[in-house]
């Protein structure tokens, strides 16, 4: 399995998820390759997910010679993937591909850039829509958002989330790149939560902006500037 144990969070360490979130950072890829990086990144983290943690079960199978014992995923049935518009679109295109029958939940949820970072790290964060499927205990539940910065947004996302559903039996937020302090304030704030990236970055800037990162995911991915 090409996951790690990091502190706070899981790293996929997969070769072809560091080889396509290498081109997302490089500031000359355009936006169709962009968007399309993000979704083979989701493609792969949803594969790794699968592997890292879903069971499987033996099932007879007739092939066109014979019967033989084969193995097949449990629970691809109970997924549910949360979309944190909109950069997480084509991320969470991707995840479809490995999770095609997921249900599928929206919030659209981002930072006041205006009022800027507060003195504890954090901004005000405007949510303007929220749909949401029912949660079950057997369901694996998937936060897609490709960036995790100050875990602002993640937090308030999440409380959307959890409020009045039964515990999942399993959560995960998953990012492409993360920043150390979010990476604490939400494992803080949600320790049930697993969080799983594909890197850990080194910091954030005063206007609280990952470093190194890959600029604004939403849009390089839509080219809105």
């Known amino acids: 399995m090409t996951i790690e ?8 360490t997969h070769a072809l998820a560091k080889d396509t979130l290498s081109k997302l950072r490089d500031k000359h890829t355009e936006q169709v ?11 792969i983290a949803g594969y790794e997910v699968i592997d890292g943690a879903m069971e499987t079960e033996y099932v007879s199978i007739e092939t066109p010679l014979t ?4 193995e097949r995923v449990k629970g691809l049935d109970d997924v549910v993937i949360i979309n944190v518009l909109r950069a997480a679109t ?6 479809l591909k490995a999770f095609p029958r997921a249900k599928q939940g929206v919030i659209s949820a981002g930072r006041d ?24 205990e057997e369901d694996t539940v998937i936060v897609a958002d490709p960036m995790l910065a100050t875990g602002s947004t993640m937090c308030t996302v999440l409380d959307a989330v959890l409020d009045d559903q039964p515990d999942p039996e399993n959560l995960f937020v998953l990012s492409a790149v993360s920043a150390p302090d979010g990476l604490l304030r939400v494992s803080e704030q949600f320790p049930e939560a697993d969080l799983l990236t594909v890197s850990i970055d080194d910091h954030l800037d005063e206007n609280g ?12 991915a839509f080219r809105t500037q």
């Open 67 to 70: 019967e033989t014992t084969g």
């Open 90 to 95: 084509p991320f969470v295109e991707g995840l």
């Open 33 to 43: 390759a962009f968007r399309k990086g993000l979704v083979k990144l989701g493609r």
């Open 209 to 220: 902006y990952i470093i190194p990162g890959l600029g604004d995911a939403g849009d390089r």
């Open 113 to 136: 850039e205006d009022a800027g970072m507060r003195e504890d790290g954090q901004f005000p964060i405007t949510v303007d829509y929220v749909k949401l499927p029912d949660i079950r």
């Open 5 to 12: 144990d990091r502190d706070d969070a899981h790293v996929i």
